[in-house]
């Protein structure tokens, strides 16, 4: 059945400067969820491995917690629960923020201990041998050789954190998803403005994906 449906991106001419500002906001999202995920999924990962049960028993706990139950879910509780638990009130836009970086948290740490797994434990040993403490061996031996396997692993969570950006919409971030749906509702032109937002949102992962191919190539030609 052929469609008469009558397209007019005309519409979508006239939301371009809103979906810029969209995809200014996803970007900053996706840079400070990323940059949080690093950070909070290192400090998982080396609560996980210190060898101490009470310790890594509870992060496993978090982990499991955090990778099985909905993103938006997550969203959601600690958009409405972070001010009544701890007093603290946190704007739509932060608390999107936390809670993708926490999200992203869980699986970076799997990343980091993949690539922590990586190194020879004759290093390890080697390291002790000569004095190093623990922070130290982390510092100068851990840390500088894990790099280079959990680069290709971590572009792949940076294209995750760019993609999940999209569901902080339900709080009223202004990223591109949020905006769009203003124009949708102001024009009543969902096919055309959404067709758009499907568009952009290619044009900016393309280049991410191909940065990916470029590293992960990289890193089979070194192995």
């Known amino acids: 059945m052929k469609s008469d449906y009558d397209w007019h991106f005309g519409v979508v001419a006239d939301a371009l400067p ?87 948290s869980a699986f970076t740490c799997e990343v980091f201990r993949s690539g922590f797994g990586s190194i020879d434990d004759g290093q390890r040993e080697a390291a002790s041998a000569l004095g190093m403490s623990w922070f130290q061996m982390l510092r100068r031996v851990l840390i500088p050789q894990a790099a280079r396997h959990v680069l290709p692993p971590l572009g792949t969570s940076w294209v995750s954190c760019f993609q999940d950006t999209s569901l902080v919409a339900v709080l009223g971030v202004p990223e591109i998803l949020h905006n769009a749906q203003l124009v949708s509702t102001e024009t009543l032109r969902p096919v055309e403005v959404f067709t758009a937002v499907g568009i952009v949102y290619f044009l900016l992962a393309y280049p991410q994906a191909r940065l990916l191919d470029r590293l992960d190539r990289r890193e089979r030609l070194n192995r």
């Open 18 to 104: 809103a979906l810029a500002v969209g995809a200014a906001y996803t970007i900053l999202i996706t840079a400070l969820t990323f940059a949080g995920g690093i950070v909070l999924g290192l400090g998982l990962c080396l609560t996980r491995m210190s060898g101490r049960r009470w310790l890594a028993w509870p992060t496993i706990a978090v982990i499991d917690f955090l990778r099985l139950t909905p993103l938006l879910v997550q969203i959601l509780w600690i958009y409405s629960s972070v001010p009544l638990l701890t007093g603290v009130t946190l704007s739509p836009f932060w608390s999107g923020v936390l809670a993708l970086a926490v999200n992203s």
